[in-house]
């Protein structure tokens, strides 16, 4: 076994501390990546809490991962020692479903084994740990190419807000001609818009901070729209093709679909604690056929179109680097939406 340290939770609700464990050895279908940078995602936040089910504890976070590759098996033809390489959400599948043959992993018909807080049935039966570790072993599949003129940092938070940004916006064909709200401006907010105005739509950020509204012209976006001021709301009203709903906390989603227009689609990224919550909702979506979909991060095909399209585009997250030992004032901070617009660790410092 690879002995290997990271910041774990004993228990939930408990502060993350320094923890060693084990990793399993590199098999001929494996790497070894050391982790270099690791993004800190709203979910890292809601799982160690037990927001959405009972976690498996100890429980390391992350899933936002980039590093360099230390080991490789025999059989790996993708990745030499000394390769960049990330890992995102998910680090195994059954790999013989309708959906995997298809790429879309993440939909696993049998269950995706997802980078922590989960067990992997398909390989070791044993649990998963994530990124705020030093080193992590997958298979080969399930390893992502990091283009190497990105920023490294910059680039940890497209393993999980990239892509579940991207995917959406690639699958409901969102382009030149649509008008786009992007709905809570955080981590995976922030990467919807820049995605959404190099994809040529039209982007309206939709906030509950109006101090953002400085950021809105650098990171791209065309209006700012403070959700809690009637007036600007008003004019917003019935006018979006599609409204990327990125938020974290509860929220009125009546309030939001009115400002859909007709055939309009509310795409449903957060995990907000209770969920869907509608009071009039076959009425609210027949008098305007509208539609409430949902989406989860993507397949590794994608995954890795969308890294070859940000190094087309330059695109990166824009990151506050971290000490390890500040991670609890970062989910705090998280907490308070007071984020830009990513946390990232640096894993040097562990
Ligand atoms: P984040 O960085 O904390 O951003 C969430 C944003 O939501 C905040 O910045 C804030 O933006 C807005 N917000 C917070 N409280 C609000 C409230 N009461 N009313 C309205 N807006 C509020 O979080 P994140 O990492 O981007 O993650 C966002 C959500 O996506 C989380 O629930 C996370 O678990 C989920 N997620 C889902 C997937 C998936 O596969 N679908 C993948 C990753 C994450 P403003 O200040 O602009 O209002």
């Known amino acids: 076994m690879i002995q290997?340290?990271?910041?774990?939770?004993?228990?939930?609700?408990?502060?993350?501390?320094?923890?060693?464990?084990?990793?399993?050895?590199?098999?001929?279908?494996?790497?070894?990546?050391?982790?270099?940078?690791?993004?800190?995602?709203?979910?890292?936040?809601?799982?160690?809490?037990?927001?959405?089910?009972?976690?498996?504890?100890?429980?390391?976070?992350?899933?936002?991962?980039?590093?360099?590759?230390?080991?490789?098996?025999?059989?790996?033809?993708?990745?030499?020692?000394?390769?960049?390489?990330?890992?995102?959400?998910?680090?195994?599948?059954?790999?013989?479903?309708?959906?995997?043959?298809?790429?879309?992993?993440v939909y696993c018909e049998n269950g995706v084994i997802p980078t922590y807080n989960g067990v992997d049935k398909y390989q070791d039966g044993l649990p998963t740990y994530g990124g705020y570790s030093n080193t992590i072993v997958t298979k080969e599949p399930y390893a992502l190419k990091i283009p190497a003129q990105l920023n490294l940092a910059a680039t940890a938070p497209l393993l999980c807000a990239g892509i579940t940004t991207y995917s959406p916006l690639k699958h409901w064909k969102v382009g030149k001609g649509h008008k786009l709200a992007v709905l809570g401006l955080g981590g995976l907010g922030h990467m919807a818009v820049k995605f959404a105005v190099a994809l040529g739509a039209e982007?309206?950020?939709?906030?509950?901070?109006?101090?953002?509204?400085?950021?809105?012209?650098?990171?791209?976006?065309?209006?700012?729209?403070?959700?809690?001021n009637p007036e600007e709301v008003e004019k917003v009203k019935n006018s979006f093709d599609f409204i990327v709903d990125t938020v974290s906390a509860d929220h009125d989603f009546d309030f939001y679909l009115s400002f859909l227009k007709l055939d309009g689609i509310h795409i449903c990224l957060g995990v907000p604690p209770k969920?869907?919550?509608?009071?009039?909702?076959?009425?609210?979506?027949?008098?305007?056929?509208?539609?409430?979909?949902?989406?989860?991060?993507?397949?590794?095909?994608?995954?890795q179109e969308m890294l070859d399209f940000c190094a087309a585009h330059n695109i990166t997250a824009d990151i506050e680097l971290i000490d390890i030992k500040d991670i609890h004032a970062a989910f705090d901070r998280m907490g308070k939406g007071d984020v830009k617009y990513r946390f990232v660790i640096d894993m040097a410092t562990l």
């Open 275 to 303: 969920g869907l919550q509608i009071k009039n909702t076959l009425l609210t979506l027949q008098l305007g056929r509208k539609s409430i979909v949902g989406s989860a991060a993507g397949g590794i095909p994608e995954t």
């Open 4 to 105: 290997a340290k990271g910041y774990a939770a004993q228990n939930v609700h408990e502060e993350l501390k320094l923890w060693k464990f084990e990793r399993r050895d590199v098999d001929a279908h494996d790497v070894q990546i050391e982790i270099l940078y690791c993004g800190v995602c709203h979910t890292d936040v809601a799982q160690i809490n037990n927001e959405w089910f009972p976690g498996l504890f100890p429980m390391i976070p992350g899933h936002e991962i980039v590093g360099r590759v230390v080991k490789v098996g025999d059989h790996v033809q993708k990745f030499k020692v000394g390769d960049l390489a990330g890992v995102g959400t998910f680090i195994n599948s059954c790999g013989i479903c309708e959906h995997c043959h298809s790429g879309l992993e």
């Open 203 to 228: 982007v309206t950020i939709l906030s509950t901070s109006p101090h953002k509204a400085a950021d809105a012209k650098k990171l791209g976006a065309h209006h700012f729209v403070v959700a809690s």
